[in-house]
T-cell receptor
Framework: AQSVTQLGSHVSVSEGALVLLRCNYSSSVPPYLFWYVQYPNQGLQLLLKYTSAATLVKGINGFEAEFKKSETSFHLTKPSAHMSDAAEYFCAVSDSGAGNQFYFGTGTSLTVIP | KAGVTQTPRYLIKTRGQQVTLSCSPISGHRSVSWYQQTPGQGLQFLFEYFSETQRNKGNFPGRFSGRQFSNSRSEMNVSTLELGDSALYLC??????????????FGEGSRLTVL
């Protein structure tokens, strides 16, 4: 079975600082990896996805993630944090078998300090 | 294009009651998945429907059930509610034809409180 682990349930950064949210995956086959963001009282919105094309994936709102097979990682970064980035971030992997089942990490709450 | 619509957004029930939640996927999406989100457990997969058939099921008791209609709209039902069923229930739709590289598009969720 697939799984993802997000290191750090809470991350705080200053406005303008680098954002780094960590995600490691477990998969016996090449995975499809995703980062989602959730704002309060809302559903999840896709930030970016990796589907075995380029290892560096660019997403919305200035976020990007790099797939590193040797480290089984898919960390999310943004060079300069903005107040509007404060939200919950989820890493996810989809099952390579039949169906469309996603496995989500437990989430990382990002706080941006002015 | 309209997004995923979930109704109701908020509801309060008492233990022992049952509840039905509804989800209308994005037009053209045939896969509908349901997730339970709680502070302690994160997002837990409930089930996925594709063309009116349950294709995947998570590790939830039989009190949790769902179905999908011919227009791809889906409902989930929870019977004999327990306090622990209090959660945000998220519905997600996807094109998900024969691959699963398609991302999930989420609704805003139905927040269930069980008293």
């Amino acid at each position: 079975a697939q799984s993802v682990t997000q290191l750090g349930s809470h991350v705080s950064v200053s406005e303008g600082a680098l954002v780094l949210l960590r995600c490691n995956y477990s998969s016996s086959v090449p995975p499809y990896l995703f980062w989602y963001v959730q704002y309060p009282n809302q559903g999840l919105q896709l930030l970016l996805k990796y589907t075995s094309a380029a290892t560096l994936v660019k997403g919305i709102n200035g976020f990007e993630a790099e797939f590193k097979k040797s480290e089984t990682s898919f960390h999310l970064t943004k060079p300069s944090a903005h107040m509007s980035d404060a939200a919950e971030y989820f890493c996810a992997v989809s099952d390579s078998g039949a169906g469309n089942q996603f496995y989500f990490g437990t989430g990382t709450s990002l706080t941006v300090i002015p | 294009k309209a997004g995923v619509t979930q109704t109701p957004r908020y509801l309060i029930k008492t233990r022992g009651q049952q509840v039905t939640l509804s989800c209308s996927p994005i037009s053209g999406h045939r896969s509908v998945s349901w997730y339970q989100q709680t502070p302690g457990q994160g997002l837990q997969f409930l089930f996925e429907y594709f063309s009116e058939t349950q294709r995947n099921k998570g590790n939830f008791p039989g009190r949790f059930s769902g179905r999908q209609f011919s227009n791809s709209r889906s409902e989930m039902n929870v019977s004999t509610l327990e306090l622990g069923d209090s959660a945000l229930y998220l519905c997600a739709s996807s094109l998900a034809l024969h691959t699963n590289t398609g991302e999930l598009f989420f609704g805003e969720g139905s927040r269930l409180t069980v008293l």
